[in-house]
Nanobody
Framework: QVQLVESGGGLVEAGGSLRLSCAAS????????MAWFRQAPGKEREFVAV????????YFADSVKGRFTISRDNAKSTGYLQMNSLKPEDTAVYYC????????????????????WGQGTQVTVSS
């Protein structure tokens, strides 16, 4: 069982930055695929970014490309989502997710393929 704990959310003005962290309890975190999703009120959970175990493959949703970066420190079993140039439409609860198994690229973007989830952290961007 993998436990994920997010931190770093908060309230920020438009144009500001936040860095989210996702700490994993698993010692084999380095081989996991780690992703970030977000869910705004009344909307479905949507893909934000994903990074494979060795960091060799990284993909972003078009809506955050060029503004967000994803990274991981396997020695600390922690993943990060750096969010810059935040917009009010980025307001949502952000979740990190992990898959201990292999996924096809088409599966990276679908929440159903991730077995482990954090509790979520609220990000609110004011205009």
């Amino acid at each position: 069982q993998v436990q994920l704990v997010e931190s770093g959310g908060g309230l920020v003005e438009a144009g500001g930055s936040l860095r989210l962290s996702c700490a994993a309890s698993e010692r084999t975190f380095s081989s996991d695929i780690m992703a970030w999703f977000r869910q705004a009120p009344g909307k479905e959970r949507e893909f934000v970014a994903v990074i494979t175990g060795a960091g060799g493959n990284i993909y972003f949703a078009d809506s955050v490309k060029g503004r967000f970066t994803i990274s991981r420190d396997n020695a600390k079993s922690t993943g990060y989502l750096q969010m810059n140039s935040l917009k009010p439409e980025d307001t949502a609860v952000y979740y990190c997710a992990a898959s201990t198994g292999l996924l096809l690229r088409s599966q990276y973007y679908q929440p159903n393929f991730y077995r482990f989830w954090g509790q979520g952290t609220q990000v609110t961007v004011s205009s």
